[in-house]
């Protein structure tokens, strides 16, 4: 006779000889619940520790996030507005006049460009720069009434070493200065320590001026290009 696969009576009496079992020794009958038993179609397990990783991650690290989130849009608002500040200049019919009369007053006049009108622009641009600039440092330092002061000497040098009526000269004479005051500056401590081996270690802050003397060094290459290259690094005028 074809077996039917039917339950016999062995089956049925295990059953009943576990459910006894659990009523004579009172164990905890564990019943899963319908969210238990729903299988999720992806096979990767649910681990949440990565969540608390990130968590974590972000809550020691959330000063130097926000640092560096105001530093990286610092540098791409300062892209843009150069761009910008090149177009105006090159392809406009305005930024065009503003360079003939920076390059040659008389031939400008003779040309039927309006000086009044170009000073006026050149102001408007220049306070709008200014802003932006004010507006950028703000977020990285802080707002205080009088850290202009702190910013004439370095801006007026970085105009003078690139080339006065030259953006590009100003643009360079920035870098130069901005990077001369770090590296003269800054304390190579830590950067010779993981160049050299522990032994040689230095225990000074190897550094050759201190912070207080940063001001010194803008002035210097100041004096430096008035005395050997009045005109700048792209000769601009000279005065």
């Not at 050149?122 to 009434?145: E, H, Q, R, S």
């Not at 702190?150 to 040098?157: A, E, K, Q, T």
């Not at 080339?163 to 001369?180: D, H, M, R, T």
């Not at 060094?217 to 430096?224: E, G, M, P, Y």
Request: glycine residues 6%; charged residues 15%.
């Amino acid at each position: 006779m074809e077996d039917l696969n039917l339950p016999t009576s062995k089956t049925r009496y295990d059953k009943f000889a576990a459910v006894s079992l659990i009523s004579k020794e009172k164990l905890p009958l564990i019943i899963p619940t319908p969210k238990q038993l729903t299988v999720s179609t992806d096979d990767r397990p649910t681990d949440p520790h990565w969540q608390i990783y990130l968590s974590s991650f972000f809550s020691a690290h959330q000063q130097d996030l926000e640092q560096l989130l105001k530093q990286t849009l610092t540098v791409i608002a300062a892209v843009i507005v150069v761009a910008l500040l090149f177009w105006f200049l090159e392809r406009t019919r305005t930024g065009k006049s503003m360079r003939a009369y920076a390059d040659n007053e008389d031939l400008a006049l003779l040309s039927g460009i309006n000086p009044e009108r170009v000073v006026m622009v050149t102001w408007m641009i220049v306070a709008a720069l200014a802003t932006i600039a004010g507006t950028l440092y703000g977020l990285d330092k802080v707002f205080k009434p009088f850290t202009y002061l702190l910013l004439l000497l370095p801006i007026f040098s970085s105009a003078i070493v690139g080339g006065l009526g030259n953006p590009v000269g100003a643009i360079a004479g920035g870098f130069v200065i901005a990077f001369s005051e770090v590296t003269i500056t800054y304390a190579w401590k830590k950067v010779v320590t993981y160049l050299v081996p522990s032994d040689w270690a230095p225990s000074s802050l190897v550094q050759l001026l201190s912070t207080d003397y940063k001001f010194a060094v803008s002035f210097s290459i100041l004096i430096i290009v008035l005395l050997f290259r009045p005109t700048g690094l792209f000769k601009g005028k000279a005065y």
